[in-house]
Structure formats: C-alpha cells, structure tokens
C-alpha cells in the first residue's frame, strides 16, 4: 500500500473523504469498493475495517474510519489547505454541522435504503422506510433554512462540512427519495452547484461515475 489509501464506494459518505483529499493535493491511492457484489463484506476489506462500511482511509499501518473523524483529521494534518476555521468556535459549528449531518441526515437515509438494519422482521420494513423518508425531508428542511444566507456552510471559509452537505443532497436527489431538489431546495441547490464550480469536486465526480448537479 502507499502511505495513504482511501477506500471508497460511489456516491457513499465516502465522497466527502475523497472530495477533501483531491482539495488537499496530496497523494493518495483509491480502492473502490462495489457494495452491491458485496465488496464491503470481502476478507481483504474486513482485514482493513472491520465493520464491513466506508469509508476508510489507511495510513502508514494506521487506519481510521467514519467519514466525519477522517474529515476532521485531513483537516487538522493538513492546515495549509484550510479546510477548518482556526476561530475555536466557528470549529465547534464545523464540528456540529458533521455531527448532524452524519447521525440525523445519514441515519435517516439509511432507514430508507437499508431497513433491514433497523428490524429482523420485513413486514416492518414499508413502515421503517415511510418514517426514515418523513425524517429525512424534515432534516433537509432544516439545512435549507441554515443556508438561506448563501455561501458556505460556515459562511466563509470553505470547509469540511462542504462535501458532506453535497453527498446528502446528492441522496436527496437520487431514486431513493427522489427529492426535486431546486424547487423545494433551491439555497442547497445553489450549494452544490458552487461546489461543482471547484475543480477538485468535478474530478471526483467524474472519477465516481456521479451526474453534476444542474
């Protein structure tokens, strides 16, 4: 392995680890993980992170998971890329907005996409999936009126928090939800068309196989 290696699944949370690398500009390797075949669940991948799920980015030996902790250490590793305030409590929003994104928006959609996490029994999962929906737009709701002032997340500066909200907006839109996101959404939509604005963001979409935003 090369010193540091991200192991990813299209369109996964891992999108917002793999946004952040291409912002830094160090070098990194990619392995990409086909969770539909079952990847996830293969030995190789279990010997990296146990817990079958991406992202996970490898290190020297070192390997961290959970997309928010990898976010939070390119950040601090590399302060030259300014991806978190140096202001300790615009760092505590950064570290809030990371928070709900990951245990609201994340758990929410995945009530949606996999029920089967939540109850043994599949004659619960129609009712699983039709409360994880309702959370879900309440959530995106409430991220629609935190950005009705515009700019980024924290306002300004760029941040970490920036590829995260594009990957829930990328599920809000995509078959699962099916969300039309400029008409009920339209300060996130213009959110993530800033964000494809960015080169790094439109090489890693492009890399992923992902539609921009239009």
């Known amino acids: 392995m090369t010193a540091r290696t991200l192991y990813y699944a299209p369109g996964a949370c891992s999108l917002a680890v793999h946004i952040a690398l291409e912002e830094i500009g160090a070098p990194f390797e990619t392995v990409r993980l086909d969770l539909a075949r079952g990847d996830q669940r293969a030995p190789e991948y279990l010997s990296v992170n146990e817990?079958?799920?991406?992202?996970?980015?490898?290190?020297?030996?070192?390997v961290l998971t959970e997309a928010s902790a990898i976010l939070r250490h390119l950040a601090r590793a590399h302060p030259e890329a300014r991806l978190s305030p140096e202001d300790p409590r615009q760092a505590a929003i950064a570290d809030e907005w990371l928070g709900w994104?990951?245990?609201?928006?994340?758990?929410?959609?995945?009530?949606?996409?996999?029920?089967?996490?939540?109850?043994?029994?599949?004659?619960?999962?129609?009712?699983?999936?039709?409360?994880?929906a309702d959370s879900f737009g309440d959530l995106c709701t409430m991220t629609e009126v935190r950005l009705s002032n515009g700019g980024w997340a924290l306002g300004e500066p760029y941040s970490i928090v920036d590829p995260y909200l594009l990957v829930i907006w990328l599920w809000a839109r995509g078959p699962a939800i099916g969300f039309p996101m400029e008409a009920m959404f339209p300060a996130w939509t213009a959110h993530a068309r800033a964000m494809v604005a960015r080169p790094a963001v439109r090489t890693v979409l492009d890399r992923e196989g992902i539609a921009l935003p239009v």
């Open 101 to 132: 994104l990951a245990t609201g928006h994340q758990v929410a959609y995945a009530q949606v996409r996999r029920p089967e996490r939540y109850a043994a029994d599949e004659t619960a999962f129609a009712a699983i999936r039709a409360k994880g």
């Open 51 to 62: 817990r079958g799920r991406v992202p996970a980015l490898y290190e020297d030996g070192w």
